[in-house]
C-alpha cells in the first residue's frame, strides 16, 4: 500500500516583506529609474489634461453656438479657441434684480419654454423638411423613337430638344436654311 503523497504547504502571509539586495549601488540605480519614468507620467498626466481642456472648449463652443447663435460668428469662435486660453475676467454671478419679462396672454406651442429637442427651431425645421427623393434613371429605355426615315447624315444635328422640352426630328428632307446659320460653334 503507497503512502498518499504530502502536500507541499506554503505559508501564508499578511503582509509583503520586500526582499532587499545585497548591492546597494544597484538599489540607488533602480530607484533612479523609476523616478524618471514617474516624472514621464506625470508629463503625460499634462500633456492629457491640457487635450481634455482644449476637447471641452471645443465642445463648449460648439453647444454655445448651436444654442445661442446670435452671440458670436464663427471666426470669433475659431479665433478663441486658436488662442492661448487666459483666465476671464468677467463675473460668474451678476447681483441685479432681474428685469421683468413682458408676459403674454396666448402661449404658442412653439415658443422655445415648450420645445423639448436642444436644437432651435430653425434647426428643427431644417431636419424635418421633407426631402427630394432621388430622382431614377433607367438603364434601359422605356420607349424607343422609331424613325426608319431618319436622314443619317453625319454633318447635320437632325435631332435637337429644345429647352421647352419639345424633340425636333429632321426625316426625309435635309433642313432648310434660307441662308440662316443654324448651328453657332
Do not use: C
Not at 503507497?2 to 538599489?27: A, E, G, M, W
Not at 436642444?118 to 421633407?130: D, F, R, V
Amino acid at each position: 500500500m503507497s503512502t498518499p503523497p504530502h502536500k507541499i504547504r506554503t505559508p501564508d502571509f499578511d503582509r509583503l516583506l520586500p526582499q532587499r539586495s545585497l548591492n546597494p549601488v544597484q538599489d540607488l540605480q533602480m530607484r533612479i529609474v523609476t523616478e524618471e519614468s514617474s516624472k514621464k507620467r506625470k508629463l503625460s498626466v499634462i500633456e492629457e489634461e491640457a487635450q481634455q481642456e482644449e476637447e471641452n472648449r471645443l465642445y463648449r463652443a460648439v453647444v454655445g453656438q448651436a444654442m445661442l447663435p446670435l452671440r458670436e460668428t464663427t471666426d470669433d469662435i475659431i479665433h478663441r479657441l486658436n488662442s492661448t486660453p487666459t483666465k476671464s475676467s468677467k463675473r460668474l454671478l451678476s447681483f441685479s434684480t432681474p428685469t421683468k419679462e413682458r408676459t403674454y396672454f396666448f402661449d404658442s406651442p412653439v415658443k422655445s419654454d415648450y420645445n423639448s429637442s436642444p436644437l432651435p427651431l430653425e434647426a428643427q425645421l431644417i431636419l424635418t423638411s421633407p426631402r427630394k427623393p432621388p430622382r431614377y434613371i433607367s438603364r434601359t429605355p422605356y420607349k424607343v423613337l422609331d424613325a426608319p426615315d431618319l436622314q443619317d447624315d453625319f454633318y447635320l444635328n437632325l435631332v435637337d430638344w429644345s429647352s421647352t422640352n419639345v424633340l425636333g426630328v429632321g426625316l426625309v428632307e435635309p433642313p432648310k436654311t434660307d441662308g440662316q446659320v443654324l448651328y453657332q460653334y
